[in-house]
């Protein structure tokens, strides 16, 4: 199946039974944990050298059947990938149950005693410097480093963002990294001037050598080195006192002097310094400062190229609170502040890496180390993009460019071979998402209040359930409301005041939000916006109107009642004439030629209709401009009601005349209505047509108590002049007060 797939991990060479697994083969273009195969031992199957084998399940590793390879999980992978995690994923753990009292355990962090804090009264005013270490601790914590091109391309991002110090490698560790450092240094034009490349080196000369002369040539360097400083480390990793631990970190810090800003050979690198008293939040305030005293000395730093102490929560073991305490202990006792730069470098055991950072600040820190979406050893490195958009929903740059925050996840998730979280804050897929009802019409009217208000996307932002304006990020806003079978009428809407510029009344989003509800449910899934759209199209019938379409029509004033007499030398006024529909309305693709007379043309043309036998009574009308001033148009919707039934039935009509709009939205009523009827036989005959012979008022008829079997006699009343008042009054009452009983139509 994938006979030629770029090997990206060799494994030692796992014994299971006769069989070695030998190579593991990943597609290079997908994530790795959704297909792979192993390929058998060249040794052990010369013949079988190229077959891929399906990728076993540990542990079971004996049984490898040639079958089609099957997909690999996570868990595949993470077992192969490191004999750490294979152990610890033993086939049948004894299951321990949780300890009744964990006091036994785990002991409770002990804070130090900070009374005059005064961290929680400030707040944050201006971004902090970022350092990405995606490149350098992100990288190292991966199970399947990125190769030298992957680091290429996320440097030029980063670099794009708008990231002025990178950390880009760990040189005296893999030739990869040294080789990546050379290549950037030498690839002229890649590292912008006002940009630091960063490294980190261990407290071990050879290395340190070794880490400086990956930078050589560089415009602007840090060169980082680290050295634990806590009792646990000291003790159970390095077997070393305070003294020795302060006196190596001196050692170091004058080799890392002598061999960078003070060589002559480097002159043409600005050198800059960081250290990190690894576990810092573990380790003793009293001696975190006492190192960095005597490294601040060894170095001796300048306000203008201050020297960096990064004080790590190498693993997060307290509430935020305590970390920002330790920072504020910190920034307060060293000296010479002005000459250092306190830097952040928090990571998420606890899950509370961002509050950390920010609490931090407020402490004084002045610059953090973190990774794009978190990633980083264990549960990761505190997230540069909720810190930075965090900043930016407050109102402050932060100085870091997420425009196209899509571009970012899409580079993050190929290089890391992690996917972002779908609920990962800002660029979550789902974070600007609403399924429920009652989120999704708030939304909605967030929208609508801005447009009422003619807001800009520069307008201050106030809008329920969105912290932030999608846009700003690059999302759009068709993303943010999705229609599944929990949502209401408000999301509905929303899609189609998007998609269509139509902006339903709510007796028309409760009707089609039923037609949605049975679709989804009908279906079992989520429905796209397009598809919601075509659904509200063919619902009202607005792309094609499969019964009734208007083809030709007039409307004049009826003259056939003489208008009160005008004044001597004043034209006859036709204002309380009635208004006469005359036209052509094709049916089941049958021409028939229809008149009718009401109080204006939406009840002329229901008369009109009448006569046909579809006896539509007007029950709610509304109408609304759409488009710009250029091009704009009318939608118009119109609920109706059967006469003598409770059926109701909704059209909608959109065209450049407010008028014609209006018959549209009748027809696709009535359209509707004889579709929606079971009784109504299809295709429906009319009882009268082409007849242009137009009866007079009373021979109309009034009320079909049965819209099933329609009325055509002409005895009947007129409905719109004698009939039943209460229905006359509406159909009066709105054409009046939206202007419809218009004039001459048709144009
Ligand atoms: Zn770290």
New binding site residues.
Partial sequence: MHPKLPRSRRLAAKSAGHVQLHDLFFPAHTHPWTSGVITRSTRCFPSLATASIPLFIWPQPVSLPLEAPRRLTAFDYYSFSSPFLYASNSPNPPIMPMLKDPSVKYKKFTPLKLDDRQWPSKTIDKPPRWLS?DLR?GNQSLVDPMDSNQKWEYFLKLVQLGYKEIEVSFPSASQTDFDFTRRLVETSGVVPDDVWLQVLSPCRKELIRRTVDSLKGAKKAILHLYLATSPCFQQIVFNMNNAETKALAVECTRYARSITKDDPEQAATEWAYEFSPETFSDSSPEFAVEVCEAVKAAWEPTVDNPIIFNL?A?VEMSTPNVYADQIEYFCRNISEREKIAVSL?P?NDRGCAVAAAELAQMAGADRV?GTLFGN??RTG?VDLVTLALNLYTQGIHPQIDFSDLKSVIDLVESCNKIPVHPRAPYGGQLVVCAFSGSHQDAIKKGFQTRKRLGYTSESPWQVPYLPLDPQDIGRTYEAIIRVNSQSGKGGVAWIIQRQLDLDLPRGLQVAFSRIVQRETDMLGRELLPTEITKLFEEAYHLKRNPRFSLIDYDITADRSKSPAPPEPGKTASNRYLKRLFKGVIEIDGIEHEIAGTGNGAISALADALKRLGIDLDVADYKEHAMGGSANVRAATYIECTAAGSNQRVWGVGIHEDVVQASLIALLSAASSFLSSRPSTPIPFRPKRSNTLDVPSLESSPTSATNPAQPHANGDNKNAAGHGDQKKKSLVERLEESLGVNGGAGGN
């Fill in positions: 270490t601790d790590p190498t470098h990571h180390e980083g050893e490195n």
